[in-house]
């Protein structure tokens, strides 16, 4: 195959020149509210993850001038400069990106491989990337993983039925005898690790855990210039323990409940509320109920009917009882010790939503994140 001007050129992930922005808030899944220079714009995120490790009010942002005129939005969120460098947020740049190494044989695991083809249809099944091996054809998914420590990242940081379907998909046609595999396109080149987000998604971890002798899962490590956002020539490698996976992946652990009380009559005032439980086994079950508000997981709480709404449950996953989650989530918030109950767990405020609180974040990924690096490294010191 010939390789186009596109794939032999460098490649960049700006369309003529990076706008420089402050991220304000995210109206819905697709639409941010950024700042350039004193216009306050919209801007089309296309990224469905949450992001809430990455988007805080005021981040910089690196976004485009679109050309259209039909748009209604006038700029693209291409990525989110960090601590760590660049982030990419654009999915279909990421594809590209990958796209772009294989073209050039940069691809680690993938070097001699050549690429066939993008967005490539196989029965009724669309395939982001097609390559040819010295074993022959083989079809991709591409991932954009964006969640990440110092050490580990991981995928996806929201629930994804279609990320389950496409890996329960490209197993049964390895099966069939067809090679396919899933590239996990790692956003910055720090994490030496990946893991499927067991904690976010059990049912793309397990099926992932399921495939793995049949798809090829191959993580890799992407790093961005910081001005003009152009790719690097190469692209590491990064390990999956999968023995700390088999041991971490599993139905128990802890949650942490998010409730948003407004035009309360009880002692409770208008803001937002959270709850730590543990749930040795049945996690998955005991997420459920809350969601459904078939259980409230305190008595002042569930005594608010209408007035209360559930905004989120984040389960911690691990056989281990996590220390000090109560004593971690009073740390960011305010507690309530005056209304605490036996057995109940402390109940602690926010007067706005926590999952746009840095402090909460940080504290949500230490308990996800960290304490994997920490077993990670402990597994991996003679």
């Not at 993938?110 to 249809?121: I, K």
């Not at 508000?293 to 281990?320: F, Q, S, W, Y």
Request: hydrophobic share 40%.
């Amino acid at each position: 195959m010939k390789l186009s001007p596109d794939i032999q050129k460098p490649y960049k992930a700006v369309k003529g020149s990076p706008v420089k922005a402050v991220f304000q808030e995210r109206l819905n899944r697709f639409v941010a509210l950024c700042r350039v220079g004193s216009d306050v714009v919209k801007a089309h995120l296309p990224n469905p993850g949450r992001l809430w490790e990455l988007l805080y009010e005021n981040s910089e942002l690196i976004l485009e001038k679109s050309s259209s005129v039909n748009r209604s939005t006038s700029y693209t969120v291409v990525a989110v400069k960090t601590s760590k460098g660049p982030v990419m947020l654009h999915t279909h740049r990421v594809n590209s990106a990958v796209a772009w190494l294989v073209g050039r044989g940069k691809l680690f695991g993938f070097e001699d491989h050549r690429l066939v083809g993008r967005e490539v249809t196989y029965g009724e099944h669309r395939f982001d990337l097609l390559m040819d091996g010295p074993q022959g054809k083989v079809l991709v998914e591409v991932k954009s993983c964006t969640l990440f420590g110092e050490l580990l990242a991981m995928f996806p940081d929201a629930p994804s039925a279609r990320a389950v379907k496409h890996v329960r998909h490209l197993g049964e046609l390895s099966r069939q005898g067809i090679k396919t595999a899933v590239v996990f396109a790692v956003q910055v080149p720090q994490p030496k690790f990946f893991l499927p987000d067991f904690h976010t998604d059990y049912d793309f971890a397990r099926a992932v855990l399921a495939e793995r002798e049949h798809v090829r899962f191959s993580p890799v490590a992407l790093k961005w210039s910081e001005e003009s956002l152009k790719l690097s020539e190469c692209s590491s490698g990064i390990e999956i323990p999968w023995k700390l996976l088999e041991e971490w992946c599993v139905d128990a652990g802890s949650y942490v409940a998010i409730f948003e009380a407004r035009g309360s009559k009880s002692f409770l005032k208008d803001g937002f509320y959270c709850v730590a439980k543990n749930a040795r086994k049945g996690l998955n079950s005991a997420v459920a109920r809350v969601n459904r508000k078939a259980c409230v997981p305190h008595t002042a709480l569930g005594t608010m009917g209408d007035n209360l709404k559930v905004v989120g449950v984040l389960p911690i996953r691990g056989k281990e009882r996590i220390p000090h989650l109560e004593e971690g989530l009073a740390s960011v918030g305010i507690p309530i010790p005056e209304h605490k109950e036996g057995g109940e767990g402390r109940l602690v405020y926010f007067p706005n939503n926590p999952l746009r609180n840095k402090a909460f974040i940080d504290l949500l990924l230490k308990y996800r994140i960290e304490r994997l690096e920490e077993r990670i490294l402990s597994l991996n010191t003679p």
